[in-house]
Structures are given as structure tokens and as C-alpha cells.
């Protein structure tokens, strides 16, 4: 999946409230093993690695496009690969600290995924994910609908971005079978106020709007768009938009 680093970066201090939550929920300790599932640019594992003092970091992430700001923040304590969390799943290498912010909602399976990523945390180890809560989040479910009518439905081949976010109660019951000692799992409302209905589509733009956009071209890709602007603009009509973006954050210890 494509990636843009500059659309994604147009509502940075939104994207980081998140990040920043996640901080909190740390236990800092020097000189650990940490990993970063889907770092994007890097700059928010930067911020992580900053936190942990002499820690060895990793950052991961499957877009060559995102990880070419990554460079910037390179340190002799934190560096970066091209590599997906599937992979990085499946490897033998055990981590202190498990960190994802924003990113696990791209992977399918989580039913399955979840142990294989806590499989990767040494005994006395945390592990501390942030990701939208898509099934619960508006501009998702408006995305389902149009993809669903026609001409969109055949010029997608009937496809459309089923989900793999579980409920919070599930992931407390995935983290419990598979050894927490100690959790926290909690959904957030993160509030996003914006100019109009196309802030909101430029928001949506740099994340959920691309699997949709990058299975179309020419006229019929327009053509979504444009039926996506007019579909956000009906139900946030006013200015400025208030959106009330939902988060799940879940932080355990084993």
C-alpha cells in the first residue's frame, strides 16, 4: 500500500495525542530491547527511543515511502528496517518493550496476530498498542457503505476493507489468556476539530481513504471521491466539524 508521508504528516499533532497517551504507559527503564510495529517516519520512534534511556531501538515498517524520513532520526541507539509486522512476527528475536502506535488496524487476523506479537516479549516484558477502533469510527463505516453501491461495488470487484479491529473486551481476554500479569485496556475519544468536511476528508486521506483509491483509477476513482466528499459533507455540514475519533489502547505486562 502506497503511503504519503506529507498527507499523512498534515494533521501531526492530532496523529500524536495518541502517541503520547501510549508514552505514559510506559515503564521507563535504561538500556533495553525495544521495538516499534509500524513506525511511519519515524519521528514519533525517535520520541520513544528519546524516553528510554541507552536503549536499543528498532523500527519497522512495510512502506519504503514512510521510512525515507526515517534517516533524520537515526541515532546510535535507534535504527530502522523495511520490514512488516507479519515478518517481524514470525522471527525469534524477544523484546523488552512491544510498541505500536497506529498500525496493527492493517493487519489482518487479530485473533491470531496478538499472540504471535506477545510471543515476542521477554518474561517481564510490555507490551503497549494504540490503534483506531475502526468498526466504531464514522468515516470507516461511510467507506463501507459507498464501496458497497454500484458502479463502486463492480468497479471494486466486490471488495471492501472488512476490518480486523476486535472489541476492547476481546483484547483483554486475548492479553489474559496469553499471560498478563497487569492491563490496561481502555477505549479513548479523541476529538477532532476541523475547518469543514474536507479537512475531514483530507484527514481521512492519509490513512483509511487509500486501499479504496488504490484498487481504482481514472474516472470511476474520481468518481468515489467525489461521491466520498459529497457523503462526509452531508453529515458534517457545519463549520467547523467536530469528529470524535475513537482509539484503543491496551498496555500489559508479562
Avoid at 497517551?21 to 525495544?34: A, H, P
Avoid at 528519546?50 to 523500527?59: R, T
Avoid at 514512510?66 to 546510535?76: P, T, V
Amino acid at each position: 500500500m502506497a503511503w504519503n508521508p506529507d498527507t499523512y504528516n498534515k494533521f501531526k499533532s492530532e496523529r500524536f495525542a495518541p502517541f503520547y497517551d501510549c508514552l505514559n504507559l510506559i515503564e521507563i527503564r535504561k538500556r533495553i530491547d525495544v521495538i516499534d510495529l509500524g513506525c511511519g517516519t519515524g519521528e514519533l520512534t525517535r520520541k520513544l527511543a528519546d524516553a528510554l534511556p541507552e536503549s536499543n531501538v528498532v523500527g519497522i515498517d512495510s512502506s519504503p515511502e514512510m521510512l525515507n524520513d526515517s534517516k533524520a532520526f537515526e541515532n546510535e541507539w535507534l535504527k530502522f528496517a523495511l520490514k512488516s509486522i507479519e515478518e517481524q512476527a514470525t522471527e525469534n528475536t524477544k523484546w523488552d518493550l512491544v510498541f505500536s502506535n497506529a498500525a496493527i488496524q492493517w493487519v489482518y487476523h487479530h485473533e491470531a496476530l496478538l499472540p504471535r506479537i506477545i510471543s515476542m516479549i521477554k518474561p517481564g516484558g510490555q507490551l503497549v498498542i494504540q490503534l483506531p477502533d475502526q468498526k466504531q469510527n464514522l468515516s470507516n463505516l461511510i467507506l463501507d457503505e459507498l464501496a458497497a453501491e454500484e458502479p463502486f461495488c463492480a468497479a471494486l470487484d466486490n471488495w471492501k476493507r472488512n476490518t480486523p479491529v476486535l472489541t476492547i473486551d476481546r483484547y483483554a481476554q486475548i492479553l489474559f489468556e496469553n499471560g498478563s500479569q497487569q492491563m490496561t485496556v481502555f477505549e479513548k475519544i479523541y476529538p477532532l476539530v476541523l475547518k469543514d468536511s474536507e479537512a475531514l476528508f483530507d484527514w481521512v486521506s492519509g490513512t483509511a481513504l487509500i486501499p479504496y483509491t488504490e484498487r481504482l483509477s481514472g474516472a470511476i476513482k474520481e468518481q468515489f471521491i467525489d461521491a466520498y466528499k459529497a457523503r462526509l459533507k452531508e453529515r458534517f455540514p457545519n463549520s467547523p466539524v467536530f469528529y470524535p475519533f475513537k482509539r484503543i489502547i491496551m498496555e500489559a505486562k508479562f
